[in-house]
C-alpha cells in the first residue's frame, strides 16, 4: 500500500521555523516526485513545494527563498524547511506524490495524498 507519512507540524509565532518531513513508502521512491500542499480555512488548497527525482523543484511564489524542500532517497523522506514564517502560512499541510513522477503543481496532477498536518503560525 501507498503511504505518505506526514509529520513537524505544530504551533510557532511568526518568524519561526519549522520542519515537516513526509516519509513515504509503497512505491518507487527513486522515481517519483513529492510535494506540500497546504489548506487555510475557506480556502483553497494549493501547492506549496515539490521536487522530483530528477531535481525539478516548484516553489509558490510566496514562500519563495523562505520555504527549502529536499529529498532523502536513502531514507524515502522529503523535507520542508520553513523558515520566516508568517500567520498567513497558517494551513493544514498535505504530503503528496505526483503521477507518472512529474512534479504535482495543481490536485490534478497528485496520484496520491497523505493525511495532514497543522502547521499554525502566531501573530
Known amino acids: 500500500d501507498v503511504q505518505l507519512q506526514a509529520s513537524g507540524g505544530g504551533l510557532v509565532q511568526a518568524g519561526g521555523s519549522l520542519i515537516l518531513s513526509c516519509a513515504a513508502s509503497?512505491?518507487?521512491?527513486?522515481?517519483?516526485?513529492i510535494g506540500w500542499f497546504r489548506q487555510a480555512p475557506g480556502k483553497e488548497r494549493e501547492a506549496v513545494a515539490c521536487?522530483?527525482?530528477?531535481?525539478?523543484?516548484y516553489y509558490l511564489s510566496s514562500v519563495k527563498g523562505r520555504f527549502t524542500i529536499s529529498s532523502d532517497n536513502a531514507k524515502n523522506t522529503v523535507s520542508l524547511q520553513m523558515n520566516s514564517l508568517k500567520p498567513e502560512d497558517t494551513a493544514v499541510y498535505y504530503c503528496a506524490a505526483g503521477r507518472n513522477g512529474l512534479v504535482p503543481t495543481l490536485d490534478s496532477g497528485v496520484g496520491y495524498w497523505g493525511k495532514g498536518t497543522q502547521v499554525t503560525v502566531s501573530s
Open positions: 521536487i522530483s527525482s530528477d531535481g525539478v523543484i
Open positions: 509503497g512505491f518507487n521512491f527513486d522515481e517519483a516526485a
